[in-house]
């Protein structure tokens, strides 16, 4: 547990003010938790800006993590560089929260998780997208033994990729792109929360267009030389003795395929898009004719931020953090040894553990996150 306490609310500075970093500004706001009260980017311009748009100061990065009324630091800064400002943070003496993935590799990842119990400081990690409506409503039914006990379940992305759309999308086929690292942390979160921590893996991957055409503007024409494993297929074996098919793909233009279900002993659960809060979630029991819907146990109007709104209540309330460093590190685990098990071909053990997160009381609304 941390060993600091911080003030109600926690002040918040904001270093990466890209574009994800409008949801954080509109969405903290609805926490009673959490204020941003700074924010900083390499590009002192930019900070400028959304320091002018929504009412912080706008200091430098360095600034920013000497302050003594920061007292977490969101980190959204690119994948290469979410170590590298999370150590700087923790060393600064601050609680930190990071955008997906931890790191890029595990012994950076356990470093900053190091780092703060040295320190007594917390770690937080999207995605916190589990803790939504769609995602705890499925957790309630398959704790609640709606569909018996959890034997086997699927989960897919398939997409042909970001060349398309994204206006620079080359960083997702370079070192620490893929699907797995980009969009793998919603789905392994989801399935630990749903049915726990993960005990051997086994994959295989491979690039399907070593070349990709940019059709998206203003890059228009340009060519990317792939560098990652753009198809990753896994098999991935629960501690608790179920598996799961894993296909995390930017080789895919259309499909039919579910996002995630669960397939228990009594009955089949359709789990609603992990890259959102939301749902619908499906459900049919063994005797049961056709598919129905749920209705949601929990708010569907909880958003992006929640995660360190429920970090910085786990401070002042000395308990454990739902969106924690330690289950981000174990699903940056499962995630590389994807890659791992298909190269050296074999299956191979995940080292580490975490406990399903504490779900979240009834009918949460946006303001305050109770234990």
Request: hydrophobic fraction near 40%; aromatic fraction near 6%; charge should be negative.
């Amino acid at each position: 547990m941390s060993k600091h306490t911080i003030p109600d609310p926690a002040r918040v500075g904001l270093v990466g003010c890209g574009n994800i970093s409008d949801r954080y500004f509109r969405f903290c706001r609805t926490f009673v938790d959490v204020e941003i009260v700074a924010c900083a980017d390499l590009l002192p311009e930019r900070a400028r800006a959304k320091a002018a748009q929504y009412g912080v100061r706008a200091p430098a990065v360095d600034e920013l993590l000497d302050d003594p009324d920061i007292d977490i630091v969101l980190n959204l800064t690119i994948p290469q560089a979410h170590a590298e400002v999370d150590l700087a943070a923790l060393e600064a003496g601050k609680h930190v929260y990071s955008e997906k993935p931890l790191a890029l590799d595990l012994t950076d990842g356990q470093r900053v998780l190091a780092t703060a119990a040295e320190r007594g400081l917390r770690v937080g990690c999207a995605p916190d997208t589990f803790l939504g409506g769609g995602q705890q409503t499925s957790r309630k039914l398959i704790d609640e033994g709606w569909i018996g006990r959890p034997v086997a379940a699927v989960a897919f992305l398939a997409s042909h990729g970001h060349e398309h759309w994204h206006p620079d999308p080359t960083f997702y086929y370079k070192a620490g792109g893929g699907p797995m690292l980009d969009m793998g942390p919603y789905y392994i979160t989801a399935l630990v929360n749903l049915l726990g921590p993960v005990a051997r893996v086994s994959g295989s991957t491979r690039i399907s267009f070593p070349r990709r055409r940019i059709t998206s503007e203003p890059k228009y024409g340009e060519m990317i030389d792939v560098e990652v494993s753009t198809h990753q297929a896994a098999l991935l074996e629960f501690a608790a003795g179920l598996t799961a098919t894993v296909v995390m793909s930017f080789d895919v233009w259309s499909h039919n395929l579910p996002r995630i279900e669960v397939y228990g002993t009594e009955g089949s659960l359709v789990v609603p898009d992990p890259n959102n809060f939301r749902g619908p979630v499906l459900l049919r029991r063994a005797d049961a004719e056709a598919w129905s819907e749920t209705p949601l146990s929990h708010s569907d109007r909880v958003e992006r931020s929640i995660g360190v709104a429920d970090m910085a209540s786990a401070i002042r309330q000395n308990r454990p953090q739902r969106v924690s460093g330690k289950l981000a590190l174990h699903v940056l685990e499962v995630m590389l040894a994807v890659e791992e098990a298909s190269a050296g071909e074999r299956h191979v053990d995940i080292a580490s553990s975490v406990a399903r997160p504490k779900p979240l009381p009834l009918g949460l609304q946006p303001g305050r996150v109770e234990s």
